[in-house]
């Protein structure tokens, strides 16, 4: 009888769209897959859990999540954690899990542990995904769903459903792997690796093609720092941009994880698709909007630089064009004024949403070792601050809860 592994994905699109590659390799062996997405599945002979580990809230959800998926599995059933907290705190996952692990930059660690006739990398990275089961919410039993949902406000139920509308008739293509920016706060390089594999640029758009040829209108670009595609094979990502504004067939295209220092780079070919009314959204996480504390996260951009070209490309869009980004408050030393810096870009911008993230130092991360560090309540404290000092509240997405 096929064994049966149940896999639990609470993390970016990137990865998920990487685990649909698994599961299609897995199917390939005689495996099946289980189709409970909202608590653990009883029957599951393995768990396969994935998760995010950018905050210290993420990773503490993940071993919250272990211990739900222990108390729930049947006896016997094994557990496999992947994603990023695996790298990032390989101390705490050996001493609180101890079990098998894989990351971004070791899936090839799966074909060591199912050791099966036919190997992961024969299986390509596919294009489509379905968004299953609800992101943030704790993976146990019903209950814990509805209590989710109804903690809900009317506005992210919405963001919700519009992303899982837009979900089914996406083609996703994944542009590149990596980076290599060296974020201060950042520890998601530590599991994701250096920025590489960066697809030519006639490869994305013969892929981009398919897409069109099986009746798909929507697209989203995705790369852990989409921003800084082509580096490593002397290209960017303006040249592949201008390339697709080329395209005579009517599509809608998303633009997501744009570091701002590569705006320059994109500006104009990105305006250009904005006035073809091609481009439906684009996620350019700004961090802060204060020079001093940008420097110190080493995001090398310019506030008043990049506000002005953000500006200019809404100015150019269609009227649901949507745009949105995130911000880290409470940053070791920021001052109350630089982060009303940050509040009033995000005011100035009207952005769509802003995914608003309190500092955690990550472990190995210089920002953890930087002096000034606020405490946790200072650093929650700010984040209540930080929304009120927003016009539209409804667009701030605070962090797990
Ligand atoms: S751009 Fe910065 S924050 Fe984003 S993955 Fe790279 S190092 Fe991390």
């Known amino acids: 009888m096929a064994k049966k592994v149940q896999i639990i994905i609470k993390s970016c699109d990137r990865r998920v769209l990487e685990l649909e590659q698994v599961k299609n390799w897995l199917v390939a062996n005689g495996y099946k897959l289980s189709n409970n997405h909202y608590s653990v599945d009883k029957t599951a002979d393995i768990i396969i859990l994935t998760t995010c580990g950018v905050t210290q809230m993420h990773e503490d959800f993940t071993f919250r999540m272990l211990d739900r998926i222990n108390a729930g599995k049947k006896p016997g059933a094994e557990v496999i954690l992947g994603g990023c907290v695996p790298e990032i705190n390989p101390e705490r996952t050996e001493r609180e899990f101890g079990g098998p692990t894989f990351s971004p930059r070791s899936y090839e660690k799966l074909d060591q542990i199912f050791n099966m006739d036919r190997k992961l990398c024969e299986f390509e990275r596919p294009n489509l995904y379905k968004m299953e089961g609800l992101y943030r919410s704790d993976v146990g039993n019903t209950l814990d769903t509805v209590k989710y949902v109804a903690g809900l406000n009317f506005r992210s139920i919405l963001r919700g459903l519009r992303l899982r509308a837009t979900n089914r008739k996406t083609f996703y293509i994944q542009i590149h792997e990596g980076c290599s920016m060296g974020c201060t706060y950042c520890a998601i390089q530590k599991a994701i690796g250096p920025l590489r594999n960066s697809k030519p640029v006639d490869e994305v758009i013969s892929e981009f093609r398919e897409g069109l040829e099986k009746g798909y209108g929507h697209f989203r670009l995705i790369g852990d720092c989409a921003g800084s595609y082509g580096r490593d094979i002397g290209t960017n990502l303006g040249e592949l941009l201008g390339r697709i504004s080329e395209i005579g067939e009517p599509f809608t295209l998303e633009l997501t994880d744009i570091n701002p220092v590569f705006l320059k780079v994109i500006f104009e070919p990105v305006k250009t698709l904005c006035r ?42 269609p009227k649901d064009f949507r745009i949105g980004t995130s911000v880290i408050v409470g940053f070791p030393s920021e001052s109350e004024e630089e982060m009303r810096d940050t509040a009033d870009f995000c005011n100035d911008m009207a952005f769509d949403w802003i995914f608003c993230h309190g500092f955690s130092p990550r472990p190995g991360t210089p920002a953890a070792d930087l002096p000034d560090q606020l405490s946790e309540e200072e650093v929650t404290a700010r984040v209540e601050e930080f929304r009120e000092m927003i016009n539209d509240k409804n667009s701030v997405v605070l962090d797990f809860k």
């Open 276 to 317: 073809q009314k091609r481009l439906s959204n684009l996620y350019i996480p700004i961090q802060s909007g204060n020079d001093r504390v940008l420097g110190l996260m080493h995001r090398r951009y310019d506030v008043a630089e990049t506000r002005r070209m953000l500006l200019e490309l809404k100015e150019a869009a």
